[in-house]
């Protein structure tokens, strides 16, 4: 090998390292930005009322206001409000899981006339905005007498045709072979589910359950239009508490934000890795 090679080949590989560089300095400016509205939650939580929206903004209080997280308890009833909001996000959680997998076991592994039109128009559902149909969905509820109850949303949301896609791509990923010599067997297709299948899908499943899981726990439009009774708030309903007709307390807003997002940051941390395997699986085939 001459000299002029040798030399040559750190040139070469210069622009893939300050490619890299560039990379990492874009995705930690993208991380900044995400986390800059978290930290002046945070911050914020820490503060009196009148401190809140100083200018400039003071990031790091002169004096802590820790008794703001003792407080709350006592301003609302954020203990039923919280676990309001965690038996709706585990019941729909659980019921999304379950629905979603079994359908869309049967729109990957079994055959029948018009399969894929069925899925694509199902599919299709997922571009109709939800204000277009909330309507008719709640003269629904009404005319059932369910409006005030957690009922309303559980069946309104135990079915989710995200759900559905997301497992099917997933599902297409594990070879046919295993589901056609379980059927040799003998083995219902019920026993292929739950007995082959879904062990096999573990990062599919955790990631579907994880989406879930927050976005029921985050949603503020859901019981704003079916929950009345003060006693079936979920937290998103019970921070309203803090805004009155001509103020707000922004400091104990800012402080029950805290609180509802240290469950799903626990439960992201705890389900992270399933999360990124289940997403990244799920687009390997089509």
């Not at 729109?107 to 909330?134: C, E, H, N, S």
């Not at 896609?165 to 589910?193: H, K, V």
């Amino acid at each position: 090998m001459s000299p002029a090679d040798t030399t040559a080949r750190p040139a070469m590989r210069r622009p893939r390292t300050l490619g890299q560089i560039s990379l990492y300095v874009v995705l930690a400016l993208c991380a900044v930005a995400i986390l800059v509205p978290f930290g002046w939650m945070v911050s914020a939580s820490l503060k009196r009322n009148n401190e809140v929206f100083t200018i400039p903004i003071q990031w790091i209080p002169t004096d802590f206001q820790w008794s703001n997280f003792t407080q709350i308890w006592d301003r609302i009833p954020l203990g039923t409000y919280l676990g309001n909001t965690l038996f709706l996000s585990l019941v729909i959680t659980l019921l999304q899981v379950l629905t979603g997998s079994f359908a869309a076991y049967g729109f990957a592994k079994v055959r029948f006339r018009g399969r894929d039109a069925l899925f694509l128009a199902y599919i299709a559902t997922i571009a109709v905005p939800w204000q277009a149909y909330m309507i008719p969905q709640y003269i629904m509820m009404q005319k059932a007498g369910l409006t005030d109850t957690f009922l309303s949303l559980i069946l309104l949301q135990a079915f989710g045709a995200f759900g559905v896609f997301l497992m099917r791509q997933y599902y297409l990923t594990i070879p046919d072979e295993l589901c056609e010599a379980a059927r040799l067997d003998g083995l219902s297709e019920y026993g292929i589910w739950a007995r082959i299948v879904l062990p096999l899908s573990k990062p599919a499943l955790a990631s579907l359950a994880l989406l879930t899981f927050v976005n029921t726990w985050n949603d503020y439009m859901g019981p704003f239009i079916y929950l009345t009774s003060n006693d079936l708030w979920t937290i998103q309903l019970g921070l309203r508490s803090f805004v009155g007709q001509f103020d707000a307390d922004y400091a104990m807003m800012m402080t029950g934000s805290v609180l509802s997002v240290l469950p799903i940051l626990v439960i992201f941390l705890l389900g992270q890795r399933y999360f990124i395997q289940g997403v990244a699986a799920s687009g390997m085939k089509g």
